[in-house]
């Protein structure tokens, strides 16, 4: 999309006044009718057609191998080995076709998953929809970090920061609307910043950019490689072209030195040197990596609610070493609620009042959003039916939408008794005195009246509230010309997910360190730390913005940083990746968030992120909190290690082969068959096509895919089974173990010999595997897959009959075929043990992780209960226990569990309880079995840590009052750091 493009709309008449109903939004009826006009919202998908995709299979650098192999063979008159060849290459693109195809099913029900929405007035009613489903005329709430999907008129609202970039390549934002850009947003473009509805114009194809946006799905055709792929593919490209020196050295010596440039000489040593090319030629290498990066993406989508954008993605989430986390939805459940009770007032205001304020501030078809969504309800449940007759009062003129930098919103509304009313509603300290923290650039600036006897009193309510775990929301209001006045403070609570503690320590479990990057209170992120088990080493934002070493320093250390701006979250992503060399993971939600999320080598959108987030990750969430993460940590590990098993594999096979017929050929003047070497290669590809279905453990540590340690052990793997090979041409004869002699001789290389050869070979290589995708010795090793085993052994088998009863090979006896069997599994063991100390030379940890069911799919078997709020239970002096899926018709769940294991040690202990405590255990189980909510009758004293354990309970503790009576709690899943509890199980 060019500049001269994008000015046209500049042309049109500027005209900002609102049509009232347009503003109202159409109906559903009237929606379902413009469906059939313009259709869906969408592009033509962008595909490949089939025979093209067929093709495809013959291109490549291996495939061109075998086709000059097939020329060679055909060349030289020998039909069958030019049969088998294409036979080959017809097989291989069949297979790599069916893959593919698989594949890309896998990868379209992924795609499905990463479907915008966006909120739409339909009937009136602002509801979440497919972006697909837009149709000229509806009136959508465009809000930062949303990418906007059609061509789209400004309504109302704020004036909008809009990024263009990726249509006219400009850095900075345009504002819509305005004198020189007019009011028409393009589809394609992305919100950076403000609030404002707007009504659709046009959509899909009859949108500006939609010409444009078919090349670029025409772009996202073309299949991505990843760097790990791209390297190992450059080590094939290497040995095969090592190969070719070889051969052509080979040719060079029979012939010259050994006089065999005979007319038929000359076809039987170009038969041979065909044989080496094709047993260097991995032809199912592309084909198993990217059907087993594709279905491991497919499965982390449909099982783990991990969505990866794109398949080279996968390394960066396998190496992951440091995850810097979001608080908010990611750590705790984002389901705020507001504490009626513990409203702070001031002066004259009442807590009705700032509920009213704080309402109008919000916007109620923002129900995505916790922090108005929380408000809202707020407000309704204080003033009932009435509350919307009274807002109605208030005519709104303009609005300010959130921003990370200004950190407040601003409403302003018209009212016929009290006049012009402006509300702003953000950080306590930032209504109180915009200038807190440091100037901005927003050109609503105030310090509130009284400034300088309310800010002492303010900053100490917000601490006090930090410290109980409470994130705060300040208002303030100013009437017409007066001065503006602070109303209050709403204290919301937002309390740890359920399996956040037990997630965080599974990460570091993994080798992740995890750190916490908020833009909440310092108090609040280090109380949220403690309770989830993470370190409380937690700095202020303002820590990472000097550029020294100690700030170096400090970023590596801390457990995390509080009250941050969006560039200190990408400061610390980039000391973190530049200067400590990590691979770091990044979550977040919002537009803010972009910058970091794109820095860092794994940017993680998690669940309910905006566009912007999304555009910029690798890995989008379909579910909150931490537990989708540590699942694509550990199935990305393992779709590695099948990768690096099948890589480690195929070189070593190629070594030894290519090895051991060059130096048959070099001692012995022997080649083997090139008819049994092009069947090897075959079945080899052939039999390992399940490694990408096959099962593995997740390594305990972060991935390194290096290929040169790869290499490394490939090249010593293909050593010793060079040797092993060599030892059975040259041995097995004077061994009298076999009923005839296989040993090679200069003037001795019959059929059946070659053939014991080959079937000592075809062995050793299919049963490699089994060492290679072990990450220990075999024996201790998780087993592998059905397919992969029985693919295996049902080659081994074809090739001992053919080597038995097929003429070609000369029937090798059936006694001597099992001591070739034996031979090779002694010899696979002998391997298994060197491979392990190859590893322990690497440094490589040799432990993996158990397998993990996330939490969120282990409730998907218990009914899900909302429990709405909090709000009416006292800040203090209680704890207040949250049962969120308690089900009174599902026997096992945490809170039964804990009130069966209470009613027991009750019994046990009967005689030695108090009156009171009787008191509390029956009052604790007939609340369990009657509500949801558990005021427990107790208090904590100020000297006693509690740590919510994930695999009993869900809780949401706080300290109060002095008491020393905790059995009751203890009970209910909340373990006391002291020592009087020791016989509580």
């Known amino acids: 999309m060019t500049e001269e493009t994008m000015s046209s709309s500049k042309k049109k008449e500027y005209d900002i006044t609102v049509d009232l109903a347009e503003r109202i939004g159409l109906t559903n009826e009237r929606a379902e009718e413009l469906y059939q006009e313009w259709g869906y919202n969408e592009l033509p998908e962008i595909t490949i057609s089939l025979w093209k995709v067929f093709f495809l299979q013959f291109t490549g650098t291996m495939p061109y191998m075998l086709e000059l192999a097939a020329i060679i063979a055909i060349v030289v008159l020998d039909y069958a080995d030019f049969i088998i060849i294409i036979g080959m290459l017809c097989c291989n693109a069949v297979l790599g076709f069916h893959e593919q195809m698989k594949a890309a099913a896998s990868l379209r029900e992924l795609t499905q998953k990463m479907e915008q929405k966006i909120a739409v007035l339909r009937d009136g009613k602002a509801e979440y929809l497919l972006t697909r489903l837009l149709v000229p005329g509806d009136v959508v709430l465009l809000i930062g970090g949303v990418s906007v999907p059609a061509d789209i008129d400004w309504l109302e609202g704020d004036v909008l920061s809009v990024d263009t970039a990726a249509l006219t390549g400009e850095p900075i934002p345009r504002k819509y609307p305005s004198p020189e850009h007019g009011k028409l947003i393009l589809c394609g473009t992305i919100i950076r910043a403000g609030e404002a509805y707007g009504v659709v114009r046009k959509t899909g194809i009859h949108t500006e950019i939609g010409s444009a946006s078919a090349e670029v799905m025409k772009d996202k055709t073309v299949v991505k490689v990843s760097l790990f792929e791209e390297r190992v593919l450059n080590v094939v490209k290497k040995i095969i072209l090592l190969t070719l020196v070889d051969v052509f050295i080979i040719f060079i010596i029979q012939g010259t030195y050994k006089g065999q440039f005979t007319e038929t000489s000359y076809k039987e040593d170009l038969l041979s040197c065909l044989a080496i090319i094709v047993a260097a030629i991995p032809i199912a290498l592309p084909i198993v990596l990217n059907v087993t990066m594709a279905l491991g993406a497919g499965k982390m989508a449909r099982e783990f609610d991990a969505v990866v954008t794109s398949l080279p993605a996968l390394q960066d989430i396998s190496s992951m070493t440091v995850l810097c986390s979001d608080k908010t939805g990611t750590l705790t459940t984002a389901k705020i609620s507001i504490h009626a009770e513990s409203v702070w007032t001031n002066d004259k205001f009442t807590q009705r009042d700032v509920a009213l304020y704080a309402a109008l501030a919000s916007n109620r078809d923002k129900k995505e959003d916790a922090i108005d969504r929380s408000v809202i309800q707020h407000f309704d449940r204080l003033f009932g039916p009435s509350g919307i007759t009274q807002a109605n009062e208030f005519t709104k003129v303009r609005s300010v939408g959130f921003n990370p930098i200004y950190k407040r919103v601003i409403y302003e509304y018209s009212h016929p008794r009290l006049g012009r009313v402006v509300i702003g509603k953000g950080l306590p300290t930032k209504v109180l005195d915009t200038a807190d923290g440091g100037e901005d650039d927003a050109a609503d600036q105030w310090k509130v009246q009284k400034f300088n006897e309310l800010y002492e009193v303010v900053k100490k309510v917000d601490i006090d509230f930090s410290k109980a775990g409470y994130k705060t929301l300040g208002v303030s209001v100013k009437f017409n010309d007066e001065p503006w006045i602070y109303c209050g403070i709403l204290p919301m609570l937002d309390p740890p997910r359920h399996d956040t503690a037990q997630t965080i320590k599974n ?39 000097d550029n020294t070493p100690e700030r170096d320093d ?100 190629s070594i030894q082969i290519v090895i051991s017929l060059t130096l048959l050929i070099y001692i012995s003047n022997c080649p083997i068959n090139s008819l049994y070497i092009i069947l090897l290669a075959l079945f080899n590809d052939l039999t390992m096509l399940p490694i990408a279905y096959d099962n593995q453990n997740a390594s305990v540590t972060p991935e390194k895919p290096d290929v040169i340690n790869i290499l490394t052990l490939a090249v010593c793997l293909g050593g010793m089974q060079t040797g092993f090979t060599m030892l059975f041409s040259y041995v097995s004869g004077p061994s009298g173990l076999f009923s005839r002699d296989y040993a090679v001789g200069y003037t001795k290389c019959d059929k059946i010999t070659q053939a014991a050869i080959w079937l000592q070979m075809y062995l050793a290589t299919e049963f490699l595997i089994f060492s290679t995708r072990a990450p220990s010795y ?48 002694i010899c696979l063991v002998l391997i298994d043990i060197v491979k392990v100390e190859i590893f322990k030379a690497f440094g490589q940890n040799l432990e993996v992780l158990a397998d993990y069911l996330p939490e969120h799919k282990k409730e998907e078997q218990y009914e899900k209960v909302d429990v709405g709020d909090i709000e009416a239970r006292p800040a203090t002096p209680t704890v207040v226990k949250v049962v969120e899926d308690f089900d009174e018709d599902k026997i096992v769940t945490r809170a039964t569990l804990s009130s069966s294991r209470l009613g027991d040690w009750a019994k046990n202990n009967l005689k030695n309880l108090t009156e009171q405590e009787k008191a509390a255990i029956q009052s604790y189980q007939t609340k369990v079995r009657s509500e949801t909510k558990i005021h427990i009758p107790t208090g904590l004293t100020s000297e006693t840590k509690i740590t919510p354990p994930t695999d009993t309970i869900r809780v949401t503790p706080r300290l109060t009052s002095s008491s020393t009576d905790l059995r009751p709690m203890l009970a209910m899943g909340l373990r006391p750091n002291t020592p009087n509890f020791k016989n509580l199980k």
């Open 507 to 545: 990460l570091q479990n993994a080798g992740i360190n995890v750190k916490m990057i908020t833009g909440d209170h310092l108090n609040i992120a280090k109380e949220t730390a403690r309770l989830i088990g993470l370190g409380t080493n937690i700095h202020p934002g303002e820590a990472t913005r």
């Open 554 to 653: 400090l970023v590596l250390k801390a457990d995390g940083f509080a009250q941050v701006l969006p560039k200190d979250k990408r400061e610390v992503v980039q000391v973190l990746r530049n200067t400590y060399k990590q691979v770091v993971g990044m979550t977040g939600d919002g537009v803010n968030d972009a910058p970091a999320l794109s820095a860092a080598q794994c940017g993680v959108a998690v669940d309910d992120a905006t566009d912007a987030a999304k555009n910029a990750a690798a890995i989008i969430l379909t579910s909150p909190g931490l537990s989708a993460i540590y699942s694509s940590v550990i199935e990305s590990r393992r779709i590695f290690r099948k990768l690096k098993a099948y890589v480690t594999y195929r070189l070593a096979a």
């Open 778 to 825: 075999i024996w201790v090793s998780l087993l592998p897959s059905p397919a992969l085993f029985g693919s295996v052994f049902a080659g081994c088998l074809l090739g001992s009959f053919i080597a038995g009863f097929a003429e070609a090979w000369g029937k090798i006896p059936g006694t001597d075929i099992l001591i070739i069997w034996l031979y090779n599994l």
